[in-house]
Protein backbone atom coordinates (compact mmCIF):
# COMPACT_ATOMS: atom_id res chain seq x y z
CA UNK A 1 0.00 0.00 0.00
CA UNK A 2 1.11 3.52 -0.91
CA UNK A 3 0.27 6.45 0.41
CA UNK A 4 1.51 10.33 -0.47
CA UNK A 5 0.41 13.36 2.32
CA UNK A 6 1.04 16.12 0.07
CA UNK A 7 1.31 20.03 0.45
CA UNK A 8 0.95 19.87 4.57
CA UNK A 9 1.88 23.29 5.54
CA UNK A 10 4.53 21.77 7.94
CA UNK A 11 5.79 19.12 9.36
CA UNK A 12 6.90 18.34 13.03
CA UNK A 13 9.42 15.67 12.89
CA UNK A 14 10.50 15.42 16.40
CA UNK A 15 13.65 13.58 15.39
CA UNK A 16 16.06 12.96 17.21
CA UNK A 17 19.07 12.61 14.82
CA UNK A 18 19.39 9.01 15.12
CA UNK A 19 19.54 8.69 19.44
CA UNK A 20 17.14 7.28 21.56
CA UNK A 21 15.88 10.30 22.87
CA UNK A 22 16.36 14.66 23.29
CA UNK A 23 18.04 15.51 26.22
CA UNK A 24 18.06 18.97 27.83
CA UNK A 25 18.28 21.62 25.46
CA UNK A 26 17.59 19.23 22.10
CA UNK A 27 14.11 18.91 23.59
CA UNK A 28 13.41 22.74 22.23
CA UNK A 29 13.63 22.17 18.32
CA UNK A 30 10.77 20.29 17.06
CA UNK A 31 12.43 19.56 13.71
CA UNK A 32 10.10 21.78 11.82
CA UNK A 33 10.09 21.09 7.85
CA UNK A 34 8.40 23.30 5.43
CA UNK A 35 7.74 22.25 1.99
CA UNK A 36 7.62 18.83 2.12
CA UNK A 37 5.52 16.03 1.10
CA UNK A 38 5.55 12.44 2.91
CA UNK A 39 5.82 9.04 0.98
CA UNK A 40 4.49 5.90 2.99
CA UNK A 41 4.37 2.25 1.51
CA UNK A 42 3.59 -0.93 3.75
CA UNK A 43 3.26 1.36 7.02
CA UNK A 44 6.44 2.41 6.48
CA UNK A 45 8.09 6.13 6.11
CA UNK A 46 10.06 5.99 2.63
CA UNK A 47 10.47 9.39 1.78
CA UNK A 48 10.33 12.90 3.11
CA UNK A 49 11.00 15.99 0.60
CA UNK A 50 9.17 17.25 -2.97
CA UNK A 51 7.96 14.18 -3.66
CA UNK A 52 6.56 12.79 -7.25
CA UNK A 53 4.85 9.33 -7.20
CA UNK A 54 3.19 6.88 -9.67
CA UNK A 55 -0.71 6.57 -10.34
CA UNK A 56 -0.79 3.54 -8.52
CA UNK A 57 -0.26 5.82 -4.94
CA UNK A 58 -3.53 6.97 -3.19
CA UNK A 59 -2.64 10.84 -2.30
CA UNK A 60 -3.80 12.75 0.17
CA UNK A 61 -4.04 16.26 -0.20
CA UNK A 62 -3.29 18.09 3.38
CA UNK A 63 -2.35 21.77 2.47
CA UNK A 64 -3.38 23.87 5.14
CA UNK A 65 -2.65 21.19 7.81
CA UNK A 66 0.17 20.41 9.93
CA UNK A 67 1.16 16.74 10.85
CA UNK A 68 2.61 15.25 13.42
CA UNK A 69 3.79 12.46 15.12
CA UNK A 70 1.17 10.55 16.81
CA UNK A 71 1.64 10.53 19.97
CA UNK A 72 2.74 7.35 22.61
CA UNK A 73 1.26 7.32 25.82
CA UNK A 74 4.44 5.72 27.79
CA UNK A 75 2.42 5.25 31.61
CA UNK A 76 -1.36 3.71 31.73
CA UNK A 77 -3.12 1.58 34.17
CA UNK A 78 -6.35 1.74 31.31
CA UNK A 79 -7.47 -1.55 32.48
CA UNK A 80 -9.68 -1.39 35.37
CA UNK A 81 -13.68 -1.54 36.82
CA UNK A 82 -15.29 0.54 38.24
CA UNK A 83 -14.74 4.61 39.25
CA UNK A 84 -13.60 6.86 42.40
CA UNK A 85 -15.20 9.74 41.98
CA UNK A 86 -15.71 9.32 46.01
CA UNK A 87 -12.15 9.80 46.36
CA UNK A 88 -12.34 13.03 44.36
CA UNK A 89 -14.58 14.43 46.43
CA UNK A 90 -12.73 13.57 49.57
CA UNK A 91 -9.61 14.83 48.66
CA UNK A 92 -11.38 17.83 47.87
CA UNK A 93 -12.84 18.53 51.47
CA UNK A 94 -8.84 18.16 52.40
CA UNK A 95 -8.42 14.18 53.08
CA UNK A 96 -5.11 13.22 51.38
CA UNK A 97 -4.30 10.12 49.08
CA UNK A 98 -2.38 8.10 51.75
CA UNK A 99 -5.17 9.05 54.30
CA UNK A 100 -7.94 7.50 51.58
CA UNK A 101 -5.62 4.38 50.62
CA UNK A 102 -4.74 3.99 54.81
CA UNK A 103 -8.50 3.60 55.21
CA UNK A 104 -8.81 0.78 52.38
CA UNK A 105 -9.63 2.90 49.99
CA UNK A 106 -7.62 4.15 46.57
CA UNK A 107 -5.97 1.21 44.60
CA UNK A 108 -7.81 -1.35 47.04
CA UNK A 109 -11.25 -0.09 45.89
CA UNK A 110 -10.23 -0.70 42.22
CA UNK A 111 -8.73 -3.68 42.90
CA UNK A 112 -12.28 -4.85 44.73
CA UNK A 113 -14.02 -3.90 41.89
CA UNK A 114 -11.47 -5.48 39.21
CA UNK A 115 -11.22 -8.55 40.80
CA UNK A 116 -14.97 -8.94 40.80
CA UNK A 117 -15.00 -8.45 36.67
CA UNK A 118 -15.04 -10.80 33.68
CA UNK A 119 -11.76 -10.50 31.63
CA UNK A 120 -13.89 -10.31 28.58
CA UNK A 121 -15.85 -6.79 30.34
CA UNK A 122 -12.28 -5.74 31.29
CA UNK A 123 -10.82 -5.67 27.72
CA UNK A 124 -14.13 -4.68 26.00
CA UNK A 125 -13.87 -1.69 28.66
CA UNK A 126 -10.35 -0.78 27.94
CA UNK A 127 -10.72 -1.40 23.96
CA UNK A 128 -13.33 1.82 24.07
CA UNK A 129 -10.99 3.70 25.72
CA UNK A 130 -7.87 3.10 23.74
CA UNK A 131 -10.12 3.78 20.51
CA UNK A 132 -11.07 7.13 22.07
CA UNK A 133 -7.48 7.97 22.88
CA UNK A 134 -6.20 7.01 19.95
CA UNK A 135 -8.74 9.56 18.05
CA UNK A 136 -7.05 12.12 20.57
CA UNK A 137 -3.67 11.07 18.80
CA UNK A 138 -2.43 7.91 21.10
CA UNK A 139 -1.28 5.93 18.36
CA UNK A 140 0.85 3.77 21.24
CA UNK A 141 -0.23 3.14 24.14
CA UNK A 142 1.95 1.49 27.64
CA UNK A 143 -1.08 -0.39 29.94
CA UNK A 144 -0.01 -1.67 33.00
CA UNK A 145 -1.57 -4.20 34.76
CA UNK A 146 -1.92 -3.58 39.13
CA UNK A 147 -5.72 -4.14 40.11
CA UNK A 148 -5.85 -7.74 40.41
CA UNK A 149 -3.14 -8.18 43.09
CA UNK A 150 -2.85 -11.85 43.03
CA UNK A 151 -2.14 -14.76 40.42
CA UNK A 152 -5.61 -15.13 39.09
CA UNK A 153 -5.97 -11.60 38.68
CA UNK A 154 -3.03 -10.22 37.17
CA UNK A 155 -3.00 -13.14 34.76
CA UNK A 156 -6.27 -12.38 33.78
CA UNK A 157 -5.73 -8.40 33.29
CA UNK A 158 -2.60 -9.08 31.68
CA UNK A 159 -4.23 -11.57 29.36
CA UNK A 160 -6.87 -8.75 28.34
CA UNK A 161 -3.79 -6.66 27.42
CA UNK A 162 -2.05 -8.98 25.22
CA UNK A 163 -5.59 -9.29 23.55
CA UNK A 164 -5.90 -5.84 22.90
CA UNK A 165 -2.31 -5.88 21.90
CA UNK A 166 -3.55 -8.48 19.39
CA UNK A 167 -6.25 -7.17 18.05
CA UNK A 168 -6.82 -3.06 18.48
CA UNK A 169 -5.56 -0.97 16.79
CA UNK A 170 -3.31 0.77 18.57
CA UNK A 171 0.23 -0.46 19.44
CA UNK A 172 0.12 -1.98 22.99
CA UNK A 173 2.72 -2.42 25.49
CA UNK A 174 2.55 -4.40 27.96
CA UNK A 175 3.78 -3.82 31.97
CA UNK A 176 3.47 -6.05 34.96
CA UNK A 177 2.57 -4.11 38.07
CA UNK A 178 2.08 -6.78 40.18
CA UNK A 179 3.52 -4.77 43.39
CA UNK A 180 0.99 -1.71 43.09
CA UNK A 181 -0.05 -1.99 46.48
CA UNK A 182 -0.17 -4.74 48.84
CA UNK A 183 -3.06 -6.62 48.58
CA UNK A 184 -5.58 -6.38 51.82
CA UNK A 185 -5.51 -10.42 52.72
CA UNK A 186 -1.38 -9.92 53.11
CA UNK A 187 -1.24 -6.62 54.83
CA UNK A 188 0.49 -8.66 58.31
CA UNK A 189 2.17 -10.03 56.10
CA UNK A 190 3.70 -8.37 53.29
CA UNK A 191 6.33 -10.60 52.45
CA UNK A 192 4.61 -13.78 51.71
CA UNK A 193 2.99 -11.63 48.92
CA UNK A 194 6.57 -10.28 47.51
CA UNK A 195 7.48 -14.15 47.44
CA UNK A 196 4.14 -14.41 45.39
CA UNK A 197 5.07 -12.00 43.04
CA UNK A 198 9.02 -12.96 42.58
CA UNK A 199 8.81 -16.71 42.93
CA UNK A 200 5.43 -17.25 40.97
CA UNK A 201 4.18 -14.20 38.79
CA UNK A 202 7.44 -12.79 37.80
CA UNK A 203 9.09 -16.48 36.23
CA UNK A 204 5.11 -17.71 34.93
CA UNK A 205 4.55 -14.31 32.92
CA UNK A 206 8.51 -14.53 31.35
CA UNK A 207 7.66 -17.76 30.11
CA UNK A 208 4.60 -17.22 28.61
CA UNK A 209 5.43 -13.69 27.10
CA UNK A 210 2.54 -11.54 28.81
CA UNK A 211 4.31 -8.61 29.60
CA UNK A 212 7.76 -6.64 28.04
CA UNK A 213 7.93 -4.33 31.37
CA UNK A 214 7.91 -4.59 34.85
CA UNK A 215 7.08 -1.93 37.54
CA UNK A 216 6.82 -1.23 40.86
CA UNK A 217 5.36 1.51 43.39
CA UNK A 218 7.95 2.52 45.31
CA UNK A 219 6.44 5.27 47.85
CA UNK A 220 5.36 5.68 51.45
CA UNK A 221 2.54 3.25 52.51
CA UNK A 222 3.35 1.18 49.19
CA UNK A 223 6.62 -0.64 48.64
CA UNK A 224 10.09 0.09 50.16
CA UNK A 225 13.02 0.57 48.11
CA UNK A 226 14.71 -3.19 49.34
CA UNK A 227 11.33 -4.41 48.27
CA UNK A 228 11.40 -2.38 45.06
CA UNK A 229 15.17 -3.77 44.78
CA UNK A 230 14.19 -8.03 44.94
CA UNK A 231 11.21 -7.45 42.76
CA UNK A 232 12.73 -5.57 39.97
CA UNK A 233 16.43 -7.54 40.28
CA UNK A 234 13.97 -10.60 39.49
CA UNK A 235 12.36 -9.32 36.97
CA UNK A 236 15.64 -8.52 34.96
CA UNK A 237 17.15 -12.11 35.64
CA UNK A 238 13.52 -13.24 34.37
CA UNK A 239 14.17 -11.04 30.86
CA UNK A 240 11.98 -8.38 31.62
CA UNK A 241 12.24 -4.81 31.25
CA UNK A 242 12.48 -1.78 34.27
CA UNK A 243 10.49 1.33 35.08
CA UNK A 244 9.36 2.71 38.28
CA UNK A 245 6.55 4.73 39.79
CA UNK A 246 9.07 6.28 42.40
CA UNK A 247 9.44 10.04 44.27
CA UNK A 248 5.11 10.72 43.85
CA UNK A 249 3.84 11.07 47.86
CA UNK A 250 7.44 11.71 49.15
CA UNK A 251 11.06 11.44 48.63
CA UNK A 252 12.34 7.89 48.37
CA UNK A 253 15.68 7.12 46.70
CA UNK A 254 13.51 5.48 44.03
CA UNK A 255 15.81 7.57 40.73
CA UNK A 256 18.82 6.50 42.63
CA UNK A 257 17.53 2.38 42.29
CA UNK A 258 16.14 2.92 38.90
CA UNK A 259 19.35 4.67 37.64
CA UNK A 260 21.15 1.35 38.88
CA UNK A 261 19.25 -1.24 37.59
CA UNK A 262 19.49 0.47 34.20
CA UNK A 263 15.59 1.30 34.06
CA UNK A 264 14.35 1.86 30.85
CA UNK A 265 12.20 4.97 32.87
CA UNK A 266 11.04 6.12 35.92
CA UNK A 267 7.97 8.03 36.22
CA UNK A 268 6.47 10.41 38.86
CA UNK A 269 8.71 12.52 40.06
CA UNK A 270 6.89 15.05 41.94
CA UNK A 271 9.47 14.95 45.05
CA UNK A 272 12.87 14.19 43.02
CA UNK A 273 15.31 16.28 44.99
CA UNK A 274 18.31 18.05 42.55
CA UNK A 275 21.12 15.17 43.57
CA UNK A 276 18.41 12.58 41.97
CA UNK A 277 17.57 14.85 38.70
CA UNK A 278 21.95 15.14 38.84
CA UNK A 279 22.25 11.15 38.60
CA UNK A 280 19.02 10.61 36.21
CA UNK A 281 20.69 13.29 33.47
CA UNK A 282 24.40 11.22 33.56
CA UNK A 283 21.93 7.74 32.90
CA UNK A 284 20.28 6.54 29.66
CA UNK A 285 16.79 6.41 31.59
CA UNK A 286 13.96 8.23 30.74
CA UNK A 287 12.33 10.57 33.35
CA UNK A 288 8.57 10.55 32.99
CA UNK A 289 6.56 13.72 33.86
CA UNK A 290 2.53 12.84 34.59
CA UNK A 291 1.12 15.98 34.66
CA UNK A 292 -2.72 15.29 35.49
CA UNK A 293 -1.34 13.75 38.76
CA UNK A 294 -0.70 16.87 40.38
CA UNK A 295 -3.72 18.50 39.21
CA UNK A 296 -5.85 15.11 40.80
CA UNK A 297 -4.11 15.14 43.96
CA UNK A 298 -3.57 19.17 44.21
CA UNK A 299 -0.01 18.26 44.86
CA UNK A 300 3.56 19.88 44.05
CA UNK A 301 4.21 19.58 40.00
CA UNK A 302 7.32 17.42 39.25
CA UNK A 303 9.83 19.70 38.40
CA UNK A 304 10.11 19.32 34.61
CA UNK A 305 11.74 22.53 34.10
CA UNK A 306 15.10 21.97 36.65
CA UNK A 307 15.26 18.74 34.99
CA UNK A 308 15.32 20.03 31.28
CA UNK A 309 17.50 22.36 32.60
CA UNK A 310 19.84 20.19 33.49
CA UNK A 311 19.98 18.50 30.67
CA UNK A 312 17.78 15.16 31.77
CA UNK A 313 15.42 12.97 29.36
CA UNK A 314 11.56 14.29 29.82
CA UNK A 315 8.74 12.38 28.66
CA UNK A 316 5.40 12.64 29.51
CA UNK A 317 2.21 10.86 29.71
CA UNK A 318 -1.29 10.40 31.31
CA UNK A 319 -1.06 8.36 34.00
CA UNK A 320 -4.53 7.67 33.03
CA UNK A 321 -6.38 5.78 36.05
CA UNK A 322 -9.09 5.51 38.02
CA UNK A 323 -7.63 7.44 40.89
CA UNK A 324 -5.25 9.75 40.24
CA UNK A 325 -5.97 10.51 36.62
CA UNK A 326 -8.84 10.45 34.68
CA UNK A 327 -7.20 12.36 31.79
CA UNK A 328 -7.24 10.42 28.73
CA UNK A 329 -5.43 12.70 26.16
CA UNK A 330 -2.24 13.89 25.48
CA UNK A 331 -3.59 17.08 24.06
CA UNK A 332 -4.49 17.49 27.70
CA UNK A 333 -1.34 16.29 29.28
CA UNK A 334 0.81 18.87 27.25
CA UNK A 335 -1.31 21.62 28.22
CA UNK A 336 -1.21 20.76 31.90
CA UNK A 337 2.95 20.25 30.85
CA UNK A 338 3.50 23.75 29.70
CA UNK A 339 1.04 25.38 32.41
CA UNK A 340 1.70 22.92 35.77
CA UNK A 341 5.10 21.77 34.98
CA UNK A 342 6.68 24.78 33.11
CA UNK A 343 7.66 22.99 29.82
CA UNK A 344 7.81 24.44 26.30
CA UNK A 345 5.22 24.18 23.30
CA UNK A 346 8.28 22.17 21.75
CA UNK A 347 9.50 20.18 25.06
CA UNK A 348 6.11 18.89 25.84
CA UNK A 349 6.08 17.86 22.13
CA UNK A 350 9.36 16.25 21.98
CA UNK A 351 8.28 14.92 25.45
CA UNK A 352 5.41 13.35 24.18
CA UNK A 353 6.60 11.63 20.74
CA UNK A 354 10.14 10.47 20.25
CA UNK A 355 10.75 11.17 24.29
CA UNK A 356 7.51 9.00 25.18
CA UNK A 357 8.47 6.30 22.72
CA UNK A 358 11.95 5.96 24.26
CA UNK A 359 10.55 5.32 27.55
CA UNK A 360 8.64 2.16 25.83
CA UNK A 361 12.00 1.19 24.60
CA UNK A 362 10.40 1.40 21.34
CA UNK A 363 12.10 4.93 19.80
CA UNK A 364 13.53 3.40 17.12
CA UNK A 365 10.18 2.40 15.53
CA UNK A 366 7.93 4.68 16.92
CA UNK A 367 7.84 8.68 18.17
CA UNK A 368 9.32 10.68 15.15
CA UNK A 369 8.48 11.55 11.26
CA UNK A 370 11.64 9.90 9.98
CA UNK A 371 12.80 7.64 6.95
CA UNK A 372 12.13 3.85 8.68
CA UNK A 373 9.82 4.73 10.96
CA UNK A 374 6.36 3.36 11.14
CA UNK A 375 4.14 5.20 9.96
CA UNK A 376 2.00 6.93 12.65
CA UNK A 377 1.10 10.59 12.25
CA UNK A 378 -1.34 12.93 12.92
CA UNK A 379 -2.78 15.24 10.09
CA UNK A 380 -4.05 18.73 12.39
CA UNK A 381 -6.75 21.03 11.23
CA UNK A 382 -4.37 24.15 12.90
CA UNK A 383 -1.82 26.58 11.35
CA UNK A 384 0.68 25.83 14.10
CA UNK A 385 1.54 22.75 16.31
CA UNK A 386 1.08 25.25 19.52
CA UNK A 387 -2.80 24.73 18.62
CA UNK A 388 -3.17 21.37 20.41
CA UNK A 389 -1.66 21.83 23.90
CA UNK A 390 -3.11 25.77 23.95
CA UNK A 391 -7.51 24.53 23.06
CA UNK A 392 -7.27 20.92 23.62
CA UNK A 393 -10.67 20.51 24.10
CA UNK A 394 -11.30 20.53 20.88
CA UNK A 395 -9.60 17.83 18.89
CA UNK A 396 -7.72 19.49 16.01
CA UNK A 397 -6.87 16.27 14.71
CA UNK A 398 -8.95 15.53 11.50
CA UNK A 399 -7.52 12.25 10.77
CA UNK A 400 -4.97 9.75 12.22
CA UNK A 401 -2.73 7.93 9.86
CA UNK A 402 -1.64 4.35 11.86
CA UNK A 403 0.90 2.49 10.42
CA UNK A 404 0.17 3.97 6.94
CA UNK A 405 -3.47 3.42 7.23
CA UNK A 406 -5.68 6.54 7.28
CA UNK A 407 -8.49 6.63 10.85
CA UNK A 408 -11.35 8.67 10.28
CA UNK A 409 -13.47 9.27 13.71
CA UNK A 410 -16.89 10.88 13.39
O1 LIG B 1 0.29 6.24 38.98
N1 LIG B 1 0.94 5.71 41.82
C1 LIG B 1 0.43 4.61 41.65
N2 LIG B 1 -0.51 4.30 40.78
C2 LIG B 1 -1.38 5.25 40.20
C3 LIG B 1 -2.56 5.50 41.06
C4 LIG B 1 -3.44 4.36 40.95
C5 LIG B 1 -4.71 4.53 41.71
O2 LIG B 1 -4.85 5.37 42.60
O3 LIG B 1 -5.60 3.71 41.38
C6 LIG B 1 -0.58 6.46 39.81
O4 LIG B 1 -0.83 7.58 40.27
FE1 LIG C 1 0.90 5.16 37.51
Known amino acids: MKLLLKNPSSVVTCSSSGKPFKRGAEMKDVGLIND ?37 DSHTHAIFAGTREREFAMRARGMTYCQIAKAGGGILETVRQTRNAQKSKLRSQAERRIDKMLSWGTTTIEIKSGYGLDF ?6 LEAANELKDESLSDVVVTFLGAHAIPQEHINNRETYIEILTGELIPYIA ?3 LAEFCDVFCDEWFYTIQEAEKILSTARENGLKLKMHADELSANGGVKLATELKATSVDHLENISLDEIMLLAKSDTVGVVLPAVAAYLRSKPAPAREMIDNNCAVAIASDFNPGTSMVDNMQTVMWLAVS ?6 EEALNAATINAAAAVGLSDKFGSIEVGKQADMLIVDA ?17 VVKNGTVLEFS
Open 36 to 72: ADIYIEDGIIKQIGKIEVDSDCEVMDVSGKIVVPGFV
Open 383 to 399: QNYSYLPYHFTENKISK
Open 207 to 209: RKN
Open 340 to 345: LNKMTV
Open 152 to 157: KNEIKI
